[in-house]
């Protein structure tokens, strides 16, 4: 008795603190962040770190690697170039060569790409008044100056946007739909565009939003945006995907520029399809099938090459295309005194 008088008395064990994430139901609970995939180094001191996400294709199409969180929507920017022009040609429209790599470009502004502009316009009777870009300057630091000191103004045609534009336009004319309203979301052409954009992607478009230019945007995962790109790749000859893919791949310069990582990409590495998107996204696809996306939380597009030359060595790629890419030096005092680099 008095044993057990005296143990019933005793203090009882304490119960764990239960950790702070085992909240009531209901309570939010704070994301997880997405892994860095680049940091900036200054004098050896690394002084700021980028997040994103990022997927890897295997040539079969399955994941290969995975960062992040892939399977939420993004809104791909301009890598969502190639599905318009995709639709452009589903359109009826009957482009090759030099001017269907401009219809899927974002380019720099150099005069041969303003000069095939001006020169669309005029084949289709179209005129440059009806293009319904911001206006801007050349998309290239280089140019812009150049530009700007012949005494020139933002214009619509200089926007990096204008071929893909142009081509819309003249997609509608020979169709004869609306050439006011070519940028509604209900339009004909945009339809079609929601279309090949969901085909490509493998899945539904969660999120249409305004993309810079004033177009739709049509929301993908990166999963679906590596998948859209591996399609392009693979699909048949004489298909409007295929042939929008090697109008890219033989004239890259009219993608991007002259001084641009994908058109290097596009030359040094044969069969490539390469694309970047406005905050920091990039989208590319080997010609076996492999594929990746990627797309870094803040928007800096400082560490697209950094990122990109990591994966693509990851992947078995090796060219000096690669360290061309990933050289993205900081400065101080007008002297190299650090990088951006990949950090996964």
Same mark, same amino acid.
């Given at each position: 008795?008095?044993? %057990?008088?005296?143990?019933?008395?005793?203090?009882?064990?304490? !119960?764990?603190?239960?950790?702070?994430?085992?909240?009531?139901?209901?309570?939010?609970?704070?994301?997880?962040?997405?892994?860095?995939?680049?940091?900036v180094v200054r004098s050896g001191f690394?002084?700021?770190?980028?997040?994103? &996400?990022?997927?890897?294709?295997?040539?079969?199409? &399955?994941i290969e690697q995975a960062l992040g969180?892939? /399977?939420?929507?993004?809104?791909?920017?301009?890598? @969502?170039?190639?599905?318009? /022009?995709?639709?452009?040609?589903?359109?009826?429209?009957?482009? &090759?060569?030099?001017?269907?790599?401009?219809?899927?470009?974002?380019?720099?502004?150099?005069?041969?790409?303003?000069?095939?502009?001006? =020169?669309?316009?005029?084949?289709?009777?179209? %005129?440059?008044?009806?293009?319904?870009?911001?206006?801007?300057?050349?998309?290239?630091?280089?140019?812009?100056?150049?530009?700007?000191?012949?005494? @020139?103004?933002?214009?619509? #045609?200089?926007? @990096?946007?204008?071929?893909?534009? =142009?081509?819309?336009? +003249?997609?509608? $004319?020979? @169709?004869?739909?609306?050439?006011?309203?070519?940028?509604?979301?209900?339009?004909?052409?945009?339809?079609?565009?929601?279309?090949?954009?969901?085909?490509?992607?493998?899945?539904?478009?969660?999120? !249409?939003?305004?993309?810079?230019?004033?177009?739709?945007?049509? &929301?993908?995962?990166?999963?679906?945006?590596?998948? +859209?790109?591996?399609?392009?790749?693979?699909?048949?000859?004489?298909?409007?995907?295929?042939?929008? $893919?090697?109008?890219?791949?033989?004239?890259?310069?009219?993608?991007?520029?002259?001084?641009?990582?994908?058109?290097?990409?596009?030359?040094?590495?044969?069969?490539?399809? %390469?694309?970047?998107?406005?905050?920091?996204?990039? $989208?590319?696809?080997?010609?076996?099938?492999?594929?990746?996306?990627?797309? !870094?939380?803040?928007?800096?597009?400082?560490?697209?090459?950094?990122?990109?030359?990591?994966? #693509?060595?990851?992947?078995?790629?090796?060219?000096?295309?690669? /360290?061309? !890419?990933?050289?993205?030096?900081?400065?101080?005092?007008?002297?190299?005194?650090?990088?951006?680099?990949?950090?996964?």
């Amino acid at each position: 008795m008095t044993s %057990s008088k005296t143990s019933s008395s005793s203090s009882p064990t304490p !119960i764990p603190e239960q950790p702070s994430s085992a909240a009531a139901p209901g309570t939010p609970v704070a994301p997880v962040p997405s892994p860095v995939l680049a940091e900036v180094v200054r004098s050896g001191f690394v002084e700021g770190r980028h997040r994103g &996400s990022l997927v890897v294709l295997a040539a079969d199409g &399955s994941i290969e690697q995975a960062l992040g969180d892939v /399977a939420a929507p993004v809104f791909p920017r301009s890598t @969502n170039k190639p599905m318009q /022009a995709a639709a452009i040609l589903r359109a009826g429209l009957d482009l &090759s060569g030099e001017r269907l790599a401009l219809a899927a470009a974002s380019h720099s502004g150099e005069a041969f790409h303003l000069d095939l502009v001006r =020169t669309m316009l005029a084949e289709h009777g179209l %005129s440059a008044e009806l293009l319904q870009t911001p206006p801007d300057l050349p998309l290239d630091p280089q140019e812009a100056e150049h530009y700007l000191a012949a005494g @020139n103004v933002r214009d619509p #045609l200089t926007m @990096n946007c204008s071929g893909k534009h =142009t081509a819309m336009l +003249a997609a509608c $004319a020979l @169709n004869g739909w609306p050439l006011e309203t070519y940028l509604a979301q209900d339009h004909p052409l945009q339809q079609l565009i929601l279309d090949v954009v969901r085909t490509a992607g493998g899945e539904d478009v969660a999120h !249409i939003g305004t993309d810079g230019c004033g177009a739709p945007l049509m &929301s993908l995962s990166l999963t679906g945006l590596a998948r +859209a790109y591996r399609h392009f790749v693979l699909a048949e000859p004489g298909t409007p995907e295929r042939r929008v $893919a090697d109008a890219m791949r033989a004239h890259p310069e009219y993608v991007a520029g002259t001084r641009r990582p994908d058109t290097w990409l596009m030359r040094a590495l044969p069969g490539t399809l %390469s694309k970047m998107g406005a905050e920091a996204v990039q $989208a590319l696809a080997l010609p076996d099938g492999r594929a990746l996306a990627f797309k !870094i939380d803040d928007g800096a597009g400082r560490t697209l090459g950094p990122v990109l030359a990591r994966v #693509l060595r990851g992947m078995g790629v090796e060219d000096a295309v690669l /360290a061309r !890419i990933e050289d993205v030096p900081l400065h101080g005092g007008g002297s190299r005194v650090g990088e951006i680099r990949a950090a996964f």
